[in-house]
C-alpha cells in the first residue's frame, strides 16, 4: 500500500529563492568557435604573414587640431609583424574566457557584449596593421568616410525597425531610400535649396509607406511579395522620370544640390573624432538624435508599449483598446519618412545628382543592419556604422600605392562588407528573436 505524501506548505513570509538550471544551450559552443577560428586566422595571416621589417603607420591627429602639447601622437609608425601577434593573442585570449564561461554555464552578463566588442576591435586592427603594412592608416579619414556611408543604413535600418515593431515587414526600405533621394533632387532643384529638398524627401517616400500600408494592413497581402514590387515599382517610377524630365533639362530637375556643413567650434578641433562627428551635415545630427529619441520612445513610453504590444501579440493589445491596424499604419508611416531621410543623404546629403537605382542594394544591407542590431534602435545603428567601415576599409584599399600594402585583391575587397555580414549575423548574433506577429496580418473579431 502506497502512501501520498504531501509536499510542506511554505510559510507566507519564507523568502522566494530563485531556482538556477545548470542545463547549457545548444549553440553554447558556437560563439567561441567563431570567436578562435578569427583569432587564430588573425594569428595566422596577419601575425606570421606581416614581414618582420616593415611598419605600420596610424595617423592619429593631424595639423589644426586641438591637440595641446601633442597628447595625441601625429603619426604612430609600430613594427607590423609585433603588434598583428601581440593583437592576435589578445584575442585568443577572450576567446578562452569565453570557452570557460559557456562551458561552465557561468553568467557575464554585460560584459559578455563587452569582450565581444573588444574583440572586435582588436581583430580589426590587426587586420589594418597587416594590410596597411608598409602604408600610413589616416585613422580620421576613414572614419570620416564610414560616416558618410553610415547615415542612409542607419535611416533604412531605423525604418525597418518601426515598421517590424508593430508587426509589418518592411522589404520596401531600397524603394523609400530611392524615392527619397529623388525628391529631393527634384524638389530642390526646383525650388534652388537644398533645404527644400530635406523636406520633400520623407514626404516622397511617404508614397511607398501609404502602399505598404494599403497593401500589407489593409489588404492584408502577403508582405514579403508587395515589398519586392514596390521595390520594382520604385525603380521604374524614378527611372521613367529620370529619363523623361530629368535628363532633358538637368539645370531645372536635377542639380548636384548640397546641405551645407554645420561645425561645432572646439569639438570639430579634437584628433580623429572631432570632424567625424561635430563637423558633418544636419542628416547626421539628425541621425544621431532619431536614434535617441526612438530609444526612449520604444521602451520607456506609453507609445512604445503599445507598439511592442501590436508586434508580439496584437489580440491581446486589441482587446485593452489598442487600435492595432491604424498602430500598424502610423509606424509604417513614420517609418518610411524616416528612409526618406536617409535617402537624401545619398544626394543633397554628399553633393551629387539623381542617377537610376543609385540606392545600389543599400536598403537591403539596411534590412540586415536591422536583425543584426536585434530590432533596437542602437543596434540597428552600430550594425550599420559596422557595414559602413567595411565600405570605407574597401575604398582605402583600393587606393593604395603599387607595392605597398598586403596587395589584396579588388574581388575580395568587393565581398568583405558581404562576408563581414556573414560572420557578424552567423558568429557574434546567432539566433534572433524576431517579434512574434511580425509578418502576420491582423483582421479584428
Not at 563587452?114 to 587586420?127: R, T
Request: proline share 5%; charged share 10%.
Amino acid at each position: 500500500m502506497s502512501t501520498l505524501v504531501q509536499d510542506p506548505v511554505p510559510v507566507a513570509d519564507a523568502p522566494v529563492v530563485p531556482v538556477r538550471t545548470s542545463e547549457r544551450l545548444r549553440s553554447w559552443w558556437h560563439l567561441p568557435t567563431a570567436l578562435t577560428v578569427l583569432a587564430l586566422a588573425a594569428l595566422l595571416v596577419f601575425g606570421l604573414g606581416s614581414p618582420a621589417a616593415d611598419s605600420t603607420t596610424f595617423r592619429l591627429a593631424a595639423e589644426g587640431d586641438l591637440n595641446p602639447g601633442g597628447i595625441v601622437p601625429g603619426d604612430v609608425a609600430i613594427p607590423a609583424r609585433v603588434l598583428a601577434i601581440v593583437l592576435a593573442a589578445l584575442c585568443l585570449v577572450i576567446a578562452g574566457v569565453l570557452w570557460w564561461a559557456s562551458a561552465t554555464v557561468t553568467a557575464l552578463g554585460r560584459w559578455r557584449t563587452a569582450l565581444v566588442v573588444v574583440f572586435g576591435l582588436l581583430w580589426v586592427i590587426a587586420f589594418l596593421d597587416w594590410a596597411f603594412h608598409g602604408a600610413t592608416v589616416d585613422v580620421g579619414a576613414m572614419l570620416q568616410t564610414m560616416m558618410v556611408l553610415a547615415v542612409p543604413l542607419a535611416f533604412g535600418a531605423l525604418s525597418g525597425v518601426l515598421s517590424e515593431r508593430s508587426g509589418v515587414i518592411n522589404i520596401a526600405i531600397e524603394g523609400q531610400l530611392l524615392m527619397g533621394a529623388f525628391g529631393a533632387v527634384l524638389v530642390g532643384s526646383m525650388v534652388g535649396s537644398p533645404w527644400a529638398g530635406l523636406i520633400a524627401a520623407p514626404v516622397m517616400s511617404l508614397l511607398i509607406g501609404v502602399l505598404l500600408a494599403l497593401f500589407a494592413v489593409g489588404y492584408r497581402v502577403q508582405q514579403i511579395i508587395v515589398g519586392v514590387v514596390l521595390n520594382v515599382f520604385a525603380i521604374g517610377l524614378t527611372s521613367f522620370f529620370f529619363g523623361t524630365v530629368m535628363k532633358q533639362n538637368p539645370q531645372m530637375f536635377n542639380q548636384p544640390l548640397r546641405l551645407p556643413t554645420l561645425r561645432i567650434p572646439l569639438l570639430a578641433d579634437l584628433p580623429v573624432i572631432g570632424r567625424v562627428l561635430f563637423e558633418q551635415n544636419i542628416l547626421v545630427y539628425l541621425m544621431w538624435i532619431i536614434v535617441a529619441v526612438l530609444t526612449v520612445a520604444l521602451f520607456r513610453t506609453r507609445w512604445g508599449l503599445r507598439v511592442r504590444a501590436v508586434g508580439e501579440h496584437p489580440r491581446a493589445a486589441d482587446t485593452v483598446g489598442i487600435n492595432v491596424n491604424g498602430t500598424r499604419w502610423g509606424n509604417v508611416l513614420l517609418g518610411s519618412a524616416v528612409a526618406g531621410l536617409g535617402g537624401a543623404t545619398l544626394t543633397i546629403g554628399t553633393g551629387v545628382a539623381f542617377g537610376e537605382e543609385m540606392s545600389a542594394g543599400k536598403g537591403y544591407i539596411a534590412l540586415a543592419a536591422m536583425i543584426l542590431g536585434r530590432y533596437h534602435p542602437v543596434g540597428a545603428l552600430a550594425a550599420a556604422l559596422l557595414f559602413a567601415f567595411t565600405d570605407a576599409l574597401q575604398l582605402r584599399l583600393g587606393t593604395l600605392p603599387t607595392g605597398s600594402g598586403a596587395g589584396i585583391p579588388s574581388q575580395f575587397l568587393l565581398m568583405l562588407p558581404y562576408i563581414v555580414t556573414l560572420f557578424a549575423v552567423a558568429g557574434v548574433v546567432g539566433r534572433v528573436r524576431v517579434p512574434a506577429a511580425d509578418g502576420v496580418p491582423y483582421v479584428k473579431q
